[in-house]
């Protein structure tokens, strides 16, 4: 299927490792020039070059800090100044804390709304109106099954997911009439870069060993096995083309069919 990508232009967010990373590949491979942010600018800009030798497309690297509403503007701005156009807006850099009520800080709830939720709302907020005045757009926001699929250790990435689910929908409502369509990725489980530092916090939140730790995720996902970046990137490109524009306000799960429930270990004790 051709997915009519090529000429198209796109930000992507967290462009520089783990599954933003391999979405700005993924639209670079269908011709699309990309502008991607991070805040450690020697890995941003290692990764610009690595996409654009291995794809001949145009790819700037923008350090930002999405944290910071004016590290968001000047992303969009100079994205759009270096690209033309803001065809696509993908939305993906933002971690949660994970952990428990009775350990989570005032701090890390802060902290989890701040990036994740806050972050993709920054950053909307800048790219719409080019959206609007260029005459339409697409928005995929990489968010998370957390949000769905309740777990009481990742109750802070589960109320960010939530609010960015809830405002998925919400503007798929608001800018359908600008020629606007948004949609959203749940990833369950990735293997990323970040992967070994959430299953540490795993075992320290359930009292477990790492190694136990390390099981339960796959042994939660009938496909017994968590998610490559390049699974999550190909349904995100798939979803970010005009093929899928119509699938305005969808979310769809990309967890290869994750029971939560089957994670935890308070039944076990
Ligand atoms: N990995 C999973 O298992 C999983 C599961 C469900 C959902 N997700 C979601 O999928 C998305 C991507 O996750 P990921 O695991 O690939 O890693 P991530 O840690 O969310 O993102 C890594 C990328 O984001 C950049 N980044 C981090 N903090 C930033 C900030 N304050 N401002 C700008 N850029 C920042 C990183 O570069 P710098 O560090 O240089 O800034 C890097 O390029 C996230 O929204 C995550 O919540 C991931």
């Not at 700005?24 to 450690?40: S, T």
């Not at 999405?66 to 933002?94: P, Q, W, Y």
């Not at 042994?219 to 699938?247: C, H, K, N, Q, Y």
Request: net charge negative; aromatic share 4%.
């Amino acid at each position: 299927m051709d997915l009519q990508l090529e000429g198209k232009t796109a930000l992507v967010t967290g462009g520089s490792e783990g599954i933003g990373k391999a979405i700005a590949f993924g639209l670079a491979r269908e011709g699309v020039d990309v502008a991607i942010c991070g805040r450690r600018v020697d890995v941003l800009e290692a990764t610009a070059k690595e996409i654009a030798d291995a794809t001949g497309r145009k790819v700037v690297a923008i350090p930002a800090d999405l944290t910071k509403d004016e590290d968001a503007k000047a992303f969009v701005t100079k994205g759009h100044e270096a690209l033309g156009r803001v065809d696509i807006m993908v939305n993906n850099a933002g971690s949660a804390p994970g952990g428990v009520i009775e350990t989570l800080t005032e701090e890390q709830w802060a902290q989890a709304l701040q990036l994740k939720f806050m972050g993709y709302v920054r950053c909307l907020r800048y790219a719409l109106p080019i959206m609007v005045k260029q005459g339409g757009g697409r928005v995929v926001n990489l968010i998370g099954n957390d949000g769905v699929k309740p777990s009481y250790w990742e109750i802070a990435p589960g109320a960010a997911n939530a609010a960015g689910q809830n405002l998925t929908k919400s503007l798929a409502g608001q800018y359908g009439k600008y020629g606007i369509s948004l949609a959203a990725v749940n990833p369950g489980p990735v293997r990323t870069e970040r992967w070994a530092g959430l299953v540490k916090a795993m075992s320290r939140d359930m009292n477990i060993s790492l190694e136990d730790a390390d099981k339960l995720a796959p042994s939660s996902i009938p496909l017994g096995r968590i998610a490559e970046t390049e699974e999550v990137a190909d349904l995100v490109v798939m979803l970010a083309s005009p093929r899928a524009f119509f699938a305005n306000g969808t979310m769809i799960e990309v967890d290869g069919g994750q029971d939560k429930a089957l994670m935890d270990r308070s039944r076990d004790r």
